[in-house]
């Protein structure tokens, strides 16, 4: 298979697909962090669940909860499978010399829009997290 980034005199990489290849990669690396952060913010609420009294408290850390595994456990794996997939097809399409399939480019704003909304989502929940956790501390 041909990496996306390997020279070759056989075609010509245009700079808009090197670009969504980039993204893609700062995308995939992203999904790590998450995955690592998670594993924090869960050492977070098992260290500070035990102090919360209020029912409202109890309910939030239960959501947070909830939240870490969703990402944990789904969303992410999903997300990086999906950029993986399409990686490939980037591969694919220069192994095929064929760099202009139009549908490879929809399927990355798709995917872009997808990825943002959930960085989107996940530093609302970094952000609902850190104002739960600084209430006891």
Do not use: C
Not at 22 to 28: G, I, Y
Not at 69 to 83: G, Q
């Amino acid at each position: 298979m041909i990496s996306p980034i390997a020279g070759t005199k056989e075609y010509i990489l245009q700079p808009s697909l090197l670009t969504k290849h980039m993204k893609t990669l700062e995308w995939l690396s992203a999904t790590v962090l998450w995955k690592k952060e998670l594993m924090f913010f869960q050492k977070l609420l098992d260290q500070y669940a035990g102090k919360f009294t209020t029912a409202e408290d109890k309910r939030r850390v239960y959501h947070l909860q909830n939240i870490i595994i969703y990402y944990k456990d789904e969303l992410i794996d999903s997300l990086a499978s999906k950029l993986r997939l399409h990686e490939k097809k980037l591969a694919d399409m220069l192994e095929s010399k064929d760099e202009l399939k139009t549908a490879y480019i929809q399927e990355h704003h798709a995917l872009m829009n997808e990825l943002q909304a959930a960085s989107d989502q996940f530093r609302n929940y970094k952000e609902e997290l850190f104002s739960l956790v600084e209430k006891i501390m």
